[in-house]
C-alpha cells in the first residue's frame, strides 16, 4: 500500500527574509499579476523556480527553465536554503475562512515523501483528467531543476484518526514556520523527526491508500521523470502533503466552466436544445439559483446555466454512480454546445472559474458567451470514483485552501 518516507528538505533560512516575501501559490494558481507582485517582493522569492518569467530573447542554453535551475543552485550554495539536518515528517496546518460559508476551519496534514507508482499499481489513485500542456512544462522544469517546490495534496482513508493524533501532539511545540498568505490563509510547519515516531507514522500509513487531491499533473510529470531516471533513487519518490479524508477542515469548492471563444455561439439555440434534456427554469438572481441547490435533491442533478440575458436552472434525474460534472460536460458543453472532450483536453473554449459571482460576472461582462455552473463534488464522491478505478473530467473538484510552495524543497538527486 502507501510508502511513505521521511525526508530532509531545503528550507528557507533566516536571511532569505520573511516568508511572506518568499513563498507563492501552486505555479497553476500565479496569475501574471500574481508573478509580477512576487518578482518585486524579494530576489530570492520562489516564482523565480516555480514560474519565472520568459523573455523574447530566450534561447536552448538560456531560458525560464535554465534560469531556474541557476537560481536554485545560488540560493543553496549562498545560504538563503538550507537542508534539514534529520530526515522527518512535517506536520502541516492550514487555518483559513471557508469561502462558501464563513466558518473558520483547519485542515491538518503532514508533509513527506510518498513513492512513485503506476496508477495500475493499484496504491495512487487519481480521481481527474489531465491536460498535456502543463505536463510538458513541469517536467522540462523538473529535469533542469531537479526539484520538486511545492507538495502533492493527497488523501487517505484513517477513520481512527491514528496519524490525525499524531501531528496534532507534535503541533503542541513551536512551529518552525508560521505566516499568512495574500488570502488571509494562515501556513503553520513543525516538524518530526524522532525515528521512533517517524516509524509510527509510516507503519500507521502502510495499510493505506492514496488519492491526488491536487497535483494531478504533477504527479504524472514525476512519473515521467522517475521513468526517464530508473536508477535515480530520489526519482522513484515526489513530495507530499498526506491529509486525512474523515479530518475537518477538508473543503471543496465547486469550479463552474465558463464558455469563450465558441465559433457560431446561439444562446437562445442552447436554451431551447436544453428543454429537449432538462426541465428548464429561469432563476431570478444568484440567491435564487443557491436557494434551489439548497434544496433537499438526492437523486436529481441541478445545474446552472449562465447567458448574457439569462440565468436558467437545469434539472434531469442523475443516474446511479453519475456525477453532475459529467453531466455538465457530456450534456451541456457537449451535446448543447458542441464542445468536444478534445477542445477540453487541449484548453479550447472553456475556462475554469472559482465562484457562482465570478463566473457570471464573466458572461454579464462580456467576457463570457455562457458559463455552466456547478455544485461542489462531495469527498465521498471523490473517493468512490477514484477507488473504482474511474476519473472526473478536469477541474472536477476545488480543493481550498492551496498549499503554499516553498515551505519545504525535495531535491530529488541528493
Known amino acids: 500500500m502507501a510508502k ?5 528538505p531545503y528550507r528557507y533560512s533566516a536571511k532569505a527574509g520573511r516568508l511572506e516575501d518568499l513563498l507563492t501559490q501552486p505555479y497553476d494558481k500565479i496569475t501574471p ?14 516564482v523565480r523556480v516555480e514560474l519565472g518569467p520568459r523573455f523574447p530573447t530566450d534561447n536552448d542554453s538560456d531560458n525560464v527553465y535554465t534560469r531556474a535551475a541557476s537560481v536554485l543552485e545560488a540560493w543553496i550554495a549562498s545560504g538563503v536554503l538550507e537542508r534539514e539536518e534529520k530526515p522527518g515528517f512535517f506536520p502541516y496546518f492550514q487555518e483559513f475562512k471557508s469561502p462558501d460559508t464563513g466558518e473558520v476551519m483547519v485542515r491538518k496534514g503532514f508533509i513527506g515523501l510518498g513513492a512513485v507508482e503506476d496508477y495500475a499499481a493499484g496504491c495512487v489513485f487519481r480521481h481527474e483528467q489531465t491536460h498535456s500542456g502543463p505536463k510538458r512544462d513541469r517536467l522540462e522544469l523538473l529535469r533542469r531543476t531537479h526539484a520538486h517546490t511545492g507538495e502533492l495534496f493527497m488523501l487517505y482513508d484513517d477513520r481512527y484518526h491514528e496519524t490525525d493524533g499524531i501531528i496534532e501532539a507534535a503541533a503542541a511545540g513551536k512551529p518552525i514556520a508560521d505566516l499568512r498568505d495574500e488570502f488571509g490563509v494562515r501556513h503553520t510547519l513543525w516538524r518530526i523527526n524522532d525515528a521512533d515516531v517517524v516509524a509510527r507514522m509510516q507503519r500507521a500509513m502502510a495499510d493505506k491508500k ?16 522517475h521513468r526517464e531516471n530508473p536508477t535515480l533513487t530520489g526519482a522513484s519518490r515526489v513530495m507530499m502533503t498526506f491529509v ?6 477538508l ?32 432563476a431570478a438572481s444568484p440567491e435564487a439559483l443557491r436557494a434551489w441547490w439548497n434544496e433537499p435533491h438526492a437523486g436529481v442533478c441541478r445545474i446552472g446555466l449562465a447567458e448574457a440575458e439569462r440565468l436558467l436552472m437545469l434539472e434531469m434525474p442523475r443516474p446511479k454512480e453519475t456525477l453532475d460534472v459529467t453531466i455538465a460536460h457530456e450534456q451541456v458543453l457537449g451535446a448543447l454546445m458542441g464542445i468536444t472532450p478534445e477542445d477540453v483536453l487541449e484548453q479550447r473554449f472553456v475556462r475554469y472559474v472559482r465562484g457562482l459571482d465570478a463566473a457570471i ?35 472536477s473538484t476545488d480543493f481550498y485552501p492551496k498549499m503554499l510552495s516553498g515551505l519545504t524543497i525535495y531535491k530529488t538527486d541528493e
Open 251 to 282: 473543503t471543496i469548492l465547486a469550479t463552474h466552466r465558463v464558455v469563450w471563444g465558441l465559433p457560431a455561439f446561439d444562446a437562445a439555440a442552447v436554451a431551447a436544445r436544453a428543454g429537449e434534456a432538462f426541465t428548464v427554469r429561469e
Open 210 to 225: 492514496l488519492i491526488i487531491a491536487d497535483g494531478h499533473h504533477r504527479y504524472e510529470t514525476a512519473l515521467a521523470y
Open 4 to 8: 511513505v518516507f521521511p525526508f530532509r
Open 33 to 46: 499579476e500574481m508573478q509580477a507582485r512576487y518578482l518585486s517582493l524579494s530576489p530570492n522569492n520562489l
Open 361 to 395: 460576472g464573466e458572461v454579464r461582462s462580456g467576457a463570457a458567451q455562457a458559463a455552466v455552473l456547478l455544485e461542489p463534488t462531495p469527498i465521498e464522491e471523490v473517493a468512490r470514483v477514484a477507488f473504482s478505478g474511474g476519473v472526473m473530467p478536469q477541474k
Open 244 to 249: 486525512n479524508m474523515h479530518a475537518p477542515g
